[in-house]
């Protein structure tokens, strides 16, 4: 299993969601989260009640996706942590 700095690292140079999203993370200082949709492009959107609802449906409960904060650092965001985030956004 690869850690999250090492699928980051594989994404970040060739996909425009990770390169939008570390930059608006960075220079915005938001929580943005990233995650394959079911026709498998990356998507990036801003931490929020329907980003994390459409990243639980796209992800489904074997998927992962990534949350990116100010600090650039990432984060595997699966079915469980994913939950969490649609719960703490009510």
Do not use: C
């Not at 390169?19 to 394959?36: E, T």
């Not at 026709?39 to 990534?66: C, E, M, P, V």
């Amino acid at each position: 299993m690869q850690s999250s700095a090492e699928l980051q690292n594989r994404f970040d140079a060739s996909d425009l969601a990770f390169q939008f999203a570390h930059h608006y993370a960075r220079y915005a200082h938001r929580d943005y989260l990233v995650w394959p949709d079911r026709t498998k492009q990356w998507r990036a959107a801003r931490l929020s009640r329907d980003a994390a609802k459409a990243l639980l449906l796209d992800i489904g409960t074997h998927g992962r996706g990534f949350l990116i904060d100010g600090t650039k650092i990432g984060m595997i965001v699966n079915w469980r942590m994913g939950l969490h985030l649609l719960r703490q956004y009510r």
